[in-house]
C-alpha cells in the first residue's frame, strides 16, 4: 500500500477545499435511517454501515438525543423524487436549485454536511440516484462505498480517480481499501481534533497512517 504512492500529499489533498484544508470526522455516534428501499436491502445497508463504522472504532446508534437521527440517506431513481420529500427543503435550504444542478451535472450523489460547535460532523445528508453506474454495484458494495464516503469530510475529488472500496474476488464482498481505511482508523485517533484548519494537522494524520500500513505490512 505504502509504495502505491500513497504519501503524505496524497493524504493532504483528501481534505483540501478549493485550495483550503479542512478536515471534519463525526463528534457523535451515527445514528442512520434510510429511505427508498426495502426491508432486506435496508439490513444490508445498515450491516455495512456498522462494518464502515468499525473501522473508526464506532458504532451505530438508534438515536441521536438532539436529531433522532443525524445520517438521513434517501435513494431516488430520478432527482425530481427528492424534491417530494416533506420538510427535506427546510433541512436543506436551496433544494429545488440543488436538484437543477445535479441533472445538469449527471451526479448520482450528494452530501449535506452540518457541524456541531467544534466543527465535527453532527449530521450528513445523503442523497443516491441509482442509475446505472450505481446499479451495477451490490447492496453491499453500495453501502460500503456511501458509508466510507460520508464518515470524514472528504474533499470533492477525493474519489474522482480511485474508489474508496475495493472487491474480494474470493466472495465478491467490498471492502474499504486498506490505505483510505487507515485514514478513517487514525482520523478517529482519541488524541487527534474532531475538525482541523491547519494543514500542519495533516503531518500528524499522515505519521500514524504510515505507521499503521507499515505495522500491517509487517503483519502479513
Same mark, same amino acid.
Given at each position: 500500500?505504502?509504495? %502505491?504512492?500513497?504519501?503524505?500529499?496524497?493524504?493532504?489533498?483528501?481534505?483540501?477545499?478549493?485550495? +483550503?484544508?479542512?478536515?471534519?470526522?463525526?463528534?457523535?455516534?451515527?445514528? #442512520? &435511517? &434510510?429511505?427508498?428501499?426495502? %426491508?432486506?436491502?435496508?439490513?444490508?445497508?445498515?450491516?455495512?454501515?456498522?462494518?464502515?463504522?468499525?473501522?473508526?472504532?464506532?458504532?451505530?446508534? *438508534?438515536?441521536?438525543? /438532539?436529531?433522532?437521527?443525524?445520517?438521513?440517506?434517501?435513494?431516488?431513481?430520478?432527482?425530481? *423524487?427528492?424534491?417530494? &420529500? #416533506?420538510? @427535506?427543503?427546510?433541512?436543506?435550504?436551496?433544494?429545488?436549485?440543488?436538484?437543477?444542478?445535479?441533472?445538469?451535472?449527471?451526479?448520482?450523489?450528494?452530501?449535506?454536511?452540518?457541524?456541531?460547535?467544534?466543527?465535527?460532523?453532527?449530521?450528513?445528508?445523503?442523497?443516491?440516484?441509482?442509475?446505472?453506474?450505481?446499479?451495477?454495484?451490490?447492496?453491499?458494495?453500495?453501502?460500503?462505498?456511501?458509508?466510507?464516503?460520508?464518515? @470524514?469530510?472528504?474533499?470533492?475529488?477525493?474519489?474522482? @480517480?480511485?474508489?474508496?472500496?475495493?472487491?474480494?474476488?474470493?466472495?465478491?464482498?467490498?471492502?474499504?481499501?486498506?490505505?483510505?481505511?487507515? &485514514?478513517?482508523?487514525?482520523?478517529?485517533? +482519541?488524541?487527534?481534533?474532531?475538525?482541523? /484548519?491547519?494543514?500542519?494537522?495533516?503531518?500528524?494524520?499522515?505519521?500514524?497512517?504510515? +505507521?499503521?500500513?507499515? %505495522?500491517? *505490512?509487517?503483519?502479513?
Amino acid at each position: 500500500m505504502i509504495n %502505491d504512492g500513497f504519501d503524505e500529499s496524497q493524504i493532504e489533498a483528501l481534505f483540501t477545499h478549493d485550495g +483550503q484544508y479542512r478536515f471534519a470526522r463525526w463528534g457523535r455516534p451515527i445514528a #442512520p &435511517v &434510510v429511505f427508498g428501499t426495502d %426491508d432486506k436491502s435496508l439490513d444490508a445497508i445498515k450491516e455495512a454501515f456498522a462494518a464502515v463504522a468499525g473501522i473508526a472504532n464506532m458504532k451505530l446508534a *438508534e438515536t441521536d438525543p /438532539e436529531l433522532g437521527a443525524n445520517f438521513l440517506v434517501f435513494f431516488c431513481s430520478k432527482w425530481e *423524487e427528492i424534491g417530494e &420529500v #416533506p420538510n @427535506l427543503d427546510k433541512m436543506m435550504p436551496g433544494l429545488e436549485d440543488l436538484i437543477g444542478q445535479l441533472n445538469r451535472a449527471g451526479a448520482n450523489q450528494y452530501r449535506h454536511f452540518a457541524f456541531d460547535e467544534q466543527g465535527g460532523i453532527k449530521m450528513c445528508i445523503l442523497l443516491i440516484k441509482v442509475d446505472g453506474e450505481m446499479a451495477k454495484l451490490s447492496v453491499q458494495a453500495l453501502a460500503t462505498d456511501q458509508m466510507a464516503r460520508s464518515i @470524514l469530510l472528504w474533499s470533492e475529488t477525493a474519489f474522482l @480517480l480511485k474508489s474508496p472500496i475495493g472487491i474480494i474476488e474470493a466472495n465478491n464482498m467490498a471492502i474499504v481499501r486498506p490505505p483510505i481505511a487507515a &485514514v478513517i482508523r487514525c482520523a478517529y485517533d +482519541q488524541t487527534m481534533p474532531v475538525a482541523a /484548519e491547519d494543514p500542519t494537522h495533516v503531518l500528524r494524520l499522515a505519521s500514524r497512517v504510515m +505507521q499503521l500500513l507499515i %505495522d500491517g *505490512e509487517e503483519d502479513d
